[in-house]
């Protein structure tokens, strides 16, 4: 008899796999719990779908994504082989670990911080260093000199906040590990961390279309970085790891960047409608460089809360496995009628008598 376990790696054995939010597709349903854009992208990816050409997709889609490149290294001011394309960003900071990571060596990032890092660290059989931050959720600029690279989400999720520019110049000064920035969220930020590679060789930047482009669906996501490191990526990864449908739809929503910035637009200014009126319930709320908002209800649990608002169809984000997380809520920015709906559902549950805990 075969004991199916021995099949299987032992760090797969002993992985909690990430959970994804739920994607729930009932039109009644609002939903605010994985950071999608409640918008449409560019029109003209409804344009190049029309014109794609069946016949093409029997032949393999560009490996080196040269157009998409091209594209990109307009937009960011630097060249073609200091970009690498994969299938969602989350693609590129696996191959990360296998390109540039001895087994046992150590991965760092904060706790909390996208949650599927330490994930992706057990599965290369790679030392987590988590670097706790203080209970605003701060990094008071302090970490272990064994991490080999580190992951900064930044603007970090699930808080919102972002690191100053200064912090992370600061850290490069003695920092000689790899330092991967991860800025998914970047286009609803102020500021971005794009230009630190000119500077600085041991810094990979990472970006997605999967948020403020409303691409979640294409898998697509990108980084810039020195071309050495660049070129060990593209020695790893899989032949044809981003699709021809892919490759199109990204490179005609790049280009068209009004759409994505009257969108990011939209979006805050509805997150600011959002933000007060969470300050108004008396809840803490913490300040968003995102298309979501981080806060700490009072008077109700995090998770009363959670339940109670998936009761009347509107689903957020609950991370309850983390002491760091547990009394907190994220709540992606959707449409200014959702997010009213949302405002006028909080006010009746927090009004009604459902805030004793009966978890
Ligand atoms: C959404 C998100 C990603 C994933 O991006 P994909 O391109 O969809 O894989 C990566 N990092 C952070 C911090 C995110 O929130």
């Known amino acids: 008899m075969v004991f199916m376990n021995n099949l299987i790696k032992n760090s797969v054995n002993k992985l909690k796999a990430y959970t994804p939010g739920e994607q729930v597709l009932d039109k009644d349903i609002i939903k605010l719990n994985t950071n999608e854009n409640p918008y449409l992208p560019s029109p003209d990816v409804q344009d190049i779908l029309s014109m794609i050409d069946i016949s093409r997709l029997s032949k393999y889609p560009d490996p080196n994504c040269i157009e998409l490149r091209r594209v990109i290294a307009d937009l960011h001011n630097c060249n073609i082989d200091e970009i690498f394309i994969g299938n969602g960003s989350d693609e590129i900071l696996a191959l990360s670990l296998r390109a540039f990571l001895e087994r046992d060596e150590s991965v760092g990032f904060f706790e909390p911080s996208y949650s599927l890092y ?20 701060n990094w008071d600029g302090k ?116 759409t994505m910035n009257a969108n990011v637009q939209a979006i805050k200014e509805t997150k600011t409608i959002l933000y007060n009126q969470l300050l108004e319930f008396g809840f803490n709320v913490f300040p ?24 009347k169809n509107i689903v957020i984000r609950y991370f309850e496995n983390s002491i760091f997380t547990k009394d907190f ?31």
């Not at 992706?120 to 209970?135: H, K, V």
């Open 118 to 137: 330490p994930i992706l660290a057990n599965i290369e059989e790679l030392r987590s260093i988590p670097i706790q931050l203080d209970s605003s959720f």
């Open 143 to 258: 970490y272990d000199k064994s991490i080999k690279l580190l992951f900064l989400a930044n603007p970090n999720a699930p808080t919102g906040i972002s690191l100053s520019e200064d912090k992370v110049i600061n850290l490069l000064k003695n920092y000689t590990g790899l330092l991967i920035i991860d800025e998914a969220y970047a286009d609803f930020s102020d500021y971005n961390l794009i230009s630190l590679i000119k500077n600085y060789s041991n810094v990979i930047i990472t970006r997605t279309l999967s948020k403020s482009y409303s691409l979640a669906g294409i898998r697509c996501g990108y980084c810039v970085g020195d071309k050495v490191l660049i070129d060990a990526l593209y020695k790893i990864k899989d032949s044809y790891n981003v699709d021809y449908i892919t490759q199109e739809i990204a490179r005609v929503a790049i280009l068209d960047q009004g």
């Open 288 to 311: 968003s460089n995102t298309n979501f908002l981080w806060f700490k209800p009072s008077g109700i649990s995090a998770k009363n809360l959670y339940k109670l608002l998936k009761e």
């Open 329 to 359: 809520l994220r709540v992606t920015i959707g449409t200014a009628p959702q997010i009213f709906k949302l405002i006028d559902s909080i006010k009746e549950i927090i009004s009604g008598d459902f805030t004793n805990d009966k978890s």
